[in-house]
């Protein structure tokens, strides 16, 4: 029972974060920096554990998506068990700890995976409360829009089916 509803908090927590990253495009000049540096057609893959939900998502140029699979990302991540997911995802551990702590494997470009890092953390920061946040950010980011906006969109986009 534990490890199934660790498994749905963590499949709801990547769509969330992807979710997240196509609005924040929109809302923060900082994100949409970032997403605008990538090439088209730059991949991300983010394991959670073997049998556990990923994300795989794509960027065209201009928005990023979501695929069901991606046969060789250019960028992965693959974290090594659903507990330490569980955690990452929740708010308990930052990404550098959990690099710090040999949570996850990469694969690909150091480049690009710090890029990903740096979007993970800056919307992390929109959707965890500061209290939360400055556990495992050293800096918090300087946000451009509140985070209820951003939770006001997401819900719309969540039930129009936008993700």
């Known amino acids: 029972m534990k ?7 963590v499949g709801a927590a990547l769509r969330l974060v992807h979710a997240a990253l196509v609005e924040l495009q929109e809302l923060d000049p900082y994100i949409a920096n970032e997403l605008a540096r990538l090439p088209a057609g730059m991949s991300y893959a983010i394991h959670t554990g073997h049998g556990c939900p990923s994300l795989y998502v794509q960027w065209d140029g ?3 998506h979501r695929l069901p699979g991606l046969d060789s990302p250019r960028c ?3 974290m090594k068990a659903l507990p330490l997911s569980f955690r990452l995802f929740t708010g308990q551990m930052g990404l550098a700890q959990g690099y710090a702590q040999h949570v996850f494997t990469m694969a690909g470009e150091v480049a690009d995976v710090m890029r990903l890092a740096r979007l993970v953390n800056h919307t ?10 400055r556990r495992f950010l050293s800096v918090m980011p300087q946000l451009a829009s509140g985070p209820l906006r951003l939770y006001a969109r ?9 993700y």
């Open 154 to 162: 997401l819900l719309r986009g969540l039930i129009t089916a936008r």
């Open 3 to 9: 490890r199934a509803l660790q498994r749905w908090v």
């Open 124 to 133: 992390e920061a929109y959707l965890f409360p500061p209290f939360i946040t």
């Open 76 to 78: 992965e991540l693959r």
């Open 62 to 64: 201009e928005r990023l």
